[in-house]
């Protein structure tokens, strides 16, 4: 029997990283996409039992749907695709910056959503944070997750009933950009439980997702409470009392 297998893009480090390593855990292949990672993809899979990579600029749709296309026709279980690659950069709300919008865009939202049309077509198996809470900081970032999360549904309901859809929507995890170790502690605590959410939380809630009963379409949430609060600015920013 072969082993089920799940394709985790941006699977090379951070929070890819615990994913792939959360179902290598559970002896899935793994296929783990990268792009500027390479060397760190190809040392996470020498690790693990049974494990690939898969090297694609995601900016490029043409390309992330081939990835897809190349994958299906040899992986005889595919149950899973985490959408986990995104770009998170800096911007003004009232000023557009087209490069990193068009960048947000592409990465976040329109090959995420192109590869999961692509996956639903395709891979068949035998077994059949800044959305709630939005603030105006990381401007092409943020619209980028809100146009991906309004596929979700729609998705789901195209995919119905042999395939679920869903979104894993994260608080602060990691340490962004330039944050200092002291501001990461304070941001990062910034939600209802004032605690720090763990790497090994999103990928439990991976695995659930994956393997659970949750109703397909539906947005599961990994942020210690954060999204419901009201914060004018992104923690980073609060943090640093800005």
Known sequence: MPRPAVLVTGGARRIGEAIVRRFAAQGWHVVIHCHGSVDAARALAAELPSAEVAVCNLIDIASAIGMIESLAPRLADWRVLVNSASVFRPDDVLKLDSPTFAEAMRVNATSPAAMAQAFLRHARSPAGRKLANPNPDFFSYTVSKHALAATVPLLAMAAAPADRVYALALGAILASHDQSPEETEISHRLNLLERRTGVDEVAEAA??????????????????????????????????GE
Not at 219 to 226: H, P
């Open 207 to 240: 695995w659930f997702l994956a393997t659970g009963p949750l109703a397909s379409g539906q947005t599961l949430f990994v942020d210690s409470g954060q999204h419901l609060l009201s914060q004018p600015r992104d923690v980073m920013f609060l943090a640093r």
